[in-house]
């Protein structure tokens, strides 16, 4: 069983950058993909991006490409999501995932953290 924990959110301005941490519990995350998923109130969970087991591969949502990096320090068993140029369209809590394979869907993530919330003002 893999536990993850975020952190780093916060409140930030429109335009501004924030970089949140997704630590996991287990030696095991290295096998593991990552995904970013945020939901804002009253919306459905979204995709944000995800990271391979490796951290060579990434991709990313349309609405996030070029603003945010996904990275990952497997001996830190830690994957951080790095947003710059916020937007207040960006507020939501976000949470990371662990799943075995790289996905944008939400259903092939097995274990997920509580999420941090993000707020972007205008």
């Known amino acids: 069983q893999v536990q993850l924990v975020e952190s780093g959110g916060g409140l930030?301005?429109?335009?501004?950058?924030?970089?949140?941490?997704c630590a996991a519990s287990e030696r095991?995350?290295?096998n593991y993909a990552i995904g970013w998923f945020r939901q804002a109130p009253g919306k459905e969970r979204g995709f944000v991006?995800?990271?391979?087991?490796?951290?060579?591969?990434?991709?990313y949502a349309d609405s996030v490409k070029g603003?945010?990096?996904?990275?990952?320090?497997?001996a830190k068993n830690t994957v951080y999501l790095q947003m710059n140029s916020l937007k207040p369209e960006d507020t939501a809590v976000y949470y990371c995932a662990a799943g075995r394979l790289?996905?944008?869907?939400?259903?092939?993530?097995n274990?997920?953290?509580?999420?941090?919330q993000v707020t972007v003002s205008s």
């Open 12 to 21: 930030v301005q429109a335009g501004g950058s924030l970089r949140l941490s």
């Open 28 to 30: 095991t995350f290295s």
């Open 49 to 59: 991006g995800y990271i391979d087991w490796s951290g060579t591969s990434t991709y």
């Open 67 to 74: 603003r945010f990096t996904i990275s990952r320090d497997n």
């Open 102 to 109: 790289r996905s944008p869907n939400s259903s092939d993530y």
């Open 111 to 116: 274990y997920w953290g509580q999420g941090t």
